[in-house]
């Protein structure tokens, strides 16, 4: 795996209009770097059984706070009562289809103060 940065790529909208560097790393690739070596060292270690357990547990985490984090991620005013939402009533069903309809919701950004 190449760990280097790229500097071919540049991002528009650092401070002045100066374009910025972006590493060729994002987050994401770091998590599943991170999952893959979890889901390995978990098959050595405990065997297919437990490792498949953990990975449906994870899938259940992951869409079970995908409203909160759509919420977050897309700055959302109510983001925290999304959250608290989806914590109280989503385990209903009804509860968490409220959170994601309402995180994804089209809001109104205010305008920037001058």
């Known amino acids: 795996m190449n760990l280097r940065l790229d500097k071919s790529r540049k991002v528009e909208g650092a401070s002045r209009g100066e374009p910025r560097m972006r590493n060729s790393i994002t987050s994401i690739d770091i998590v599943?770097?991170?999952?893959?070596?979890?889901?390995?060292?978990?098959?050595l270690w405990m065997g297919w059984d437990f490792t498949l357990q953990?990975?449906?547990?994870?899938?259940?985490?992951?869409?079970?706070?995908?409203?909160?984090?759509?919420?977050?991620?897309?700055?959302?005013?109510?983001?925290?009562?999304?959250?608290?939402?989806?914590?109280?009533?989503?385990?209903?069903g009804i509860g968490w289809i409220a959170a994601l309809f309402w995180s994804t919701r089209r809001y109104d950004r205010p305008a920037a103060a001058l």
Do not use: D, E, S
């Open 54 to 92: 953990v990975l449906m547990w994870l899938v259940v985490a992951v869409v079970y706070g995908a409203p909160g984090a759509v919420a977050v991620w897309r700055g959302h005013p109510a983001r925290l009562r999304i959250v608290a939402l989806n914590g109280l009533l989503g385990w209903t």
């Open 32 to 43: 599943v770097q991170a999952l893959f070596t979890l889901i390995v060292l978990l098959r």
